[in-house]
Nanobody
């Protein structure tokens, strides 16, 4: 089992930055690829970014490319999502996920999920 706890969300203005963190406990963190997804009420949870288990490959949703960066620190069992140039449409609950070894965009390929952290971007 893997437990995931997100933090770092908050209320910011458009153009500002936030860094989300996801701390993993349980099985060896470096065994898993990690992903970030986001969800707004009434919509499907959508892929944001992912990194492979050894950090060699990453994947991003087109709308966040060039603005968001995913990274991991195996020594701290933590994955980060640096979000720059935030836009109101980035407002959502952000969830981290763990599963497999490759950076995946498909929600169903992740085995473990955190409870999420709210990000609100005002215009």
């Amino acid at each position: 089992q893997v437990q995931l706890v997100e933090s770092g969300g908050g209320l910011v203005q458009a153009g500002e930055s936030l860094r989300l963190s996801c701390v993993a406990s349980g099985r060896t963190f470096s065994n898993y690829a990690m992903g970030w997804f986001r969800q707004v009420p009434g919509k499907e949870r959508e892929f944001v970014a992912a990194v492979s288990n050894i950090g060699r490959t990453t994947a991003y949703q087109d709308s966040v490319k060039g603005r968001f960066t995913i990274s991991g620190d195996n020594a701290k069992n933590t994955v980060y999502l640096q979000m720059n140039s935030l836009k109101p449409e980035d407002t959502a609950v952000y969830h981290c996920a763990a599963g497999g070894m490759t950076a995946k965009m498909v929600r169903g390929e992740y085995d473990y999920w955190g409870q999420g952290t709210q990000v609100t971007v005002s215009s």
